[in-house]
């Protein structure tokens, strides 16, 4: 069964340094989102993307944050200047249609020391 | 701005228990919606879909309804099982998902 994948599973990285989480969707969707889930929270929306652009984005993903689907199967995000407030679970999505099913990852765990 | 409110927070039942988990929504004008299960620590395991013209959908010992029109779904556990532990999340769909703080459910044997 197709599913959407993200590596690395958990990265520690020191504060100030650029991340890249990186996510391989399902192949025949279009649409594309990450979320955040800081401990303890809930699942918060970061940003969607479709036709290589971001369509959607919450005042959370600021000018820290990018997003690239760089070829035809990855789909990446960056934060520039982590901070200890990024410390969080990233998980990304995928559906064909806006109708349809989301698929997500299973996340990556940043950790900012 | 779509605002998700499930409840209970928590609920802790014996084994066999029917279970009842509540979601409600505040912009209906949703394509549908999801119900996910996430374990500590884990990812989201997508559990129901529910399109916004159904009224029902069943997987299993899961059932989920939705009345679109007052912004509320429910989810239904038959026969709560010990494995059933775990943080019940809805999620409204307009044009991305926005999720529920949760119900987190604990079973015991």
């Not at chain 2, 549908?32 to 989201?44: A, I």
């Not at chain 2, 912004?71 to 709560?80: D, E, F």
Request: proline share 5%.
């Amino acid at each position: 069964e197709p599913e959407v994948t993200q590596t690395p599973s958990h990265q520690v990285t020191q504060m100030g340094q650029e991340v890249i989480l990186r996510c391989v969707p399902i192949s025949n969707h279009l649409y594309f989102y990450w979320y955040r889930q800081i401990l303890g929270q809930k699942v918060e929306f970061l940003v969607s993307f479709y036709n290589n652009e971001i369509s959607e984005k919450s005042e959370i993903f600021d000018d820290q944050f990018s997003v690239e689907r760089p070829d035809g199967s990855n789909f990446t995000l960056k934060i520039r200047s982590t901070k200890l407030e990024d410390s969080a679970m990233y998980f990304c999505a995928s559906r064909t249609l806006m109708n349809t099913e989301a698929f997500f990852g299973q996340g990556t765990r940043l950790t900012v020391v | 701005k779509q605002e998700v409110t499930q409840i209970p927070a928590a609920l802790s039942v014996p084994e066999g228990e029917n279970l009842v988990l509540n979601c409600s929504f505040t912009d209906s004008a949703i394509y549908n919606l999801q119900w996910f299960r996430q374990d500590p620590g884990k990812g989201l395991t997508s559990l129901l879909l529910i399109q916004s013209s159904q009224r029902e959908q069943t997987s299993g010992r899961l059932n989920a309804s939705l009345d679109k029109s007052s912004g509320r779904s429910t989810l239904y556990i038959a026969a709560s099982q010990p494995g059933d532990s775990a943080t019940y999340l809805c999620a409204p769909n307009t044009d991305k998902l926005i999720f529920g703080t949760g119900t987190r459910l604990q079973v015991f044997p």
